[in-house]
């Protein structure tokens, strides 16, 4: 089974909105990482967490990590056109674990 | 430029036929990873290198067989292609210097493979 569960599989919002996305994995971790992937790309690497960091920001981006629930949260605010994308967390054990990513849409 | 770059972009074969994939990178990283992204969006490790040896090999079957001439470059060939190796296959390098994946990792723009 796929380690990395992310939640929603979709979302759709409009400009100026925030977006929520949630992600869960199975194994200890070193860190947590989130990439973005926009259509017929490669992933871009967005922000990465240490397991003993409960919160990150960066730009728009703010970053949560859990780690007794073994879970992280993506926030974006004030979304923008630009921002529709995939977005997924990488739990990074030995090796990155992928989530199944959350496909954004923003509205203009 | 391009920090990690794969040629070709599209490939589209038979059956049957053998193909390679070809990576470089220009970041000076030590380590290297191929990954295969299926149709549903999930990507999946296939197999990463550290300094030219092999370090993780994901239950892939040994049709697929990556070689590392150099730190720089690491290419994947695939022989006797099957329809379900059809997927989008990406390189991507990191600046980890022992055998665990940890720091961030750098993508390609990915290959897209499709077996007829």
């Known amino acids: 089974s796929q380690q990395g569960e992310e939640d929603p599989q979709a979302l759709s919002i409009q400009e100026g909105e925030n977006a929520t996305m949630n992600c869960s994995y199975k194994?200890?971790?070193?860190?947590l990482q989130w990439y973005r992937q926009n259509s017929g790309r490669g992933l871009v690497h967005l922000i990465l967490?240490?397991?003993?960091?409960r919160e990150k920001h960066s730009g728009r981006l703010r970053v949560t990590l859990d780690t007794s629930k073994k879970s992280s949260s993506l926030l974006i605010t004030a979304s923008r056109a630009a921002d529709t994308a995939s977005y997924f967390c990488?739990?990074?054990?030995?090796?990155?674990?992928f989530g199944g990513g959350t496909r954004v849409l923003v509205k203009p | 430029d391009t920090a990690v770059s794969q040629t070709p972009k599209y490939l589209v074969t038979q059956m049957g036929n053998d193909k390679s994939i070809k990576c470089e990178q220009n970041?000076?990283?030590?380590?290297m990873y191929w990954y295969k992204q299926d149709s549903k969006k999930f990507l999946k490790i296939m197999f990463s290198?550290?300094?030219?040896?092999?370090?993780i090999n994901e239950t892939v079957p040994n049709r697929f067989s990556p070689k590392s001439p150099d730190k720089a470059h690491l290419n994947l060939h695939i022989n006797s292609l099957e329809l379900g190796d059809s997927a989008v296959y990406f390189c991507?390098?990191?600046?980890?210097?022992?055998?665990?994946?940890?720091?961030?990792?750098?993508f390609g723009p990915g290959t897209r493979l499709t077996v007829l």
């Open positions: 970041l000076g990283h030590d380590t």
């Open positions: 991507a390098s990191s600046q980890d210097r022992a055998s665990g994946g940890t720091d961030t990792q750098y």
């Open positions: 990488a739990a990074a054990g030995n090796k990155l674990t």
């Open positions: 194994t200890s971790i070193n860190n």
């Open positions: 290198y550290n300094n030219k040896e092999l370090i």
């Open positions: 967490i240490r397991s003993n960091e």
